[in-house]
């Protein structure tokens, strides 16, 4: 289903990213599945088939539309190796590593916190 850009919801949402730093940045790393994404590519590039081995529990359809996201964002790079068979590798940008303290910044105070909430 196609987003209607001309919504409420959509005009109310471009508001507070642009008004609010955090809520721009969660938009960009939050939800379920790109904070592991982020994390697993981290460590270094990635195929394909290793991120999903990786997170086990993610469906392709999410990781592709994750994927896509994270790369239209310029957090990730998409590198497809012109070999037969072809195969496509994940790998942080620099603007997507400039995440790797915030991301372990997060990760720490979950650690500590996650019990008590």
């Not at 904070?35 to 270094?44: D, E, S, T």
């Not at 239209?72 to 590593?97: F, M, Q, W």
Request: glycine content about 6%; some cysteine.
């Amino acid at each position: 289903m196609a987003v209607k850009e001309s919504s409420t919801n959509q005009e109310n949402k471009r508001v507070i990213n642009n008004y609010c730093p955090v809520t721009f940045t969660l938009e960009k790393i939050g939800g379920r599945w790109k904070p592991l994404i982020l994390y697993n590519l981290n460590i270094g590039t990635q195929r394909y088939t290793q991120l999903k081995r990786a997170i086990p529990a993610i469906t392709e359809k999410m990781l592709i539309q994750h994927l896509r996201e994270l790369e239209a964002d310029n957090l990730i790079k998409r590198d497809v190796k012109p070999v037969v068979p072809p195969h496509v590798e994940y790998s942080l940008t620099d603007k997507g590593k400039s995440l790797g303290v915030l991301l372990n910044e997060m990760a720490q105070w979950g650690l500590a916190h996650r019990t008590s909430i």
